[in-house]
T-cell receptor, first 113, second 113 residues
Framework: ETGVTQSPTHLIKTRGQQVTLRCSSQ?????VSWYQQALGQGPQFIFQ???????GRGNFPPRFSGLQFPNYSSELNVNALELDDSALYLC????????????FGSGTRLTVV | LAKTTQPISMDSYEGQEVNITCSHN???????ITWYQQFPSQGPRFIIQ???TKVTNEVASLFIPADRKSSTLSLPRVSLSDTAVYYC??????????????FGTGTLLAVQP
């Protein structure tokens, strides 16, 4: 059991730029979800992928997009970064989307300046 | 959309039992209720999951009434290391096949000696 790993751990970007965050899910977990957690707030659901297809999305604009790959890795892409995008981005995986026993990574701290 | 609310904070002493309640109206009828623990600068960690009545594992119990509009996480004999933020997580079906995952507002538990 390797857990969930995210890269990079910290990132600084300029407003208007694009960023790609990466996640390696636990082996065998075919469901991955991404969350944004602002300082002092709870995680906010961005979207979820099941077997490489998006099967759930929170209230985030289209400039937040993702991909899931057959090797249990996934990406979160954010275009046209805004200052309010500064947050901890968390990736989590589980065996099935009906099981909410997610394993979370430690997150990527994104700072937009 | 499902809305989940929790007390902002709770104080306790070592060795006491702590009960944290989450109110969740309009949750998906067939989804689990899950609780997580989060320490600063870390991803949430799974504690317990249930669908109805009572579930117990080696670290906690979860009580869910018949109407499933709330749930109570019970931590027996807390220690200093249980000081953390606790979140409930529920699913909210939007009428289709997609899922939205809603974290509660979070409860900061402070355990004192």
């Amino acid at each position: 059991e390797t857990g969930v790993t995210q890269s990079p751990t910290h990132l600084i970007k300029t407003r208007g730029q694009q960023v790609t965050l990466r996640c390696s899910s636990q082996s065998g977990h075919n469901t991955v979800s991404w969350y944004q957690q602002a300082l002092g707030q709870g995680p906010q659901f961005i979207f979820q992928y099941y077997r490489e297809e998006e099967n759930g999305r929170g209230n985030f604009p289209p400039r937040f997009s993702g991909l899931q790959f057959p090797n249990y890795s996934s990406e979160l892409n954010v275009n046209a970064l805004e200052l309010d995008d500064s947050a901890l981005y968390l990736c989590a995986s589980t065996l099935s989307y009906s099981n909410y026993g997610y394993t979370f990574g430690s997150g990527t701290r994104l700072t937009v300046v | 959309l499902a809305k989940t609310t929790q007390p902002i904070s709770m104080d306790s002493y070592e060795g006491q039992e702590v009960n944290i309640t989450c109110s969740h109206n309009n949750i998906a009828t067939n989804d689990y209720i899950t609780w997580y623990q989060q320490f600063p600068s870390q991803g949430p960690r799974f504690i317990i999951q249930g669908y109805k009545t009572k579930v117990t594992n080696e670290v906690a119990s979860l009580f869910i009434p018949a109407d499933r509009k709330s749930s109570t996480l019970s931590l027996p004999r807390v220690s200093l290391s249980d000081t953390a933020v606790y979140y409930c997580l529920v699913g909210d079906k939007d009428g289709g096949a997609t899922n939205k995952l809603i974290f509660g507002t979070g409860t900061l538990l402070a355990v004192q000696p």
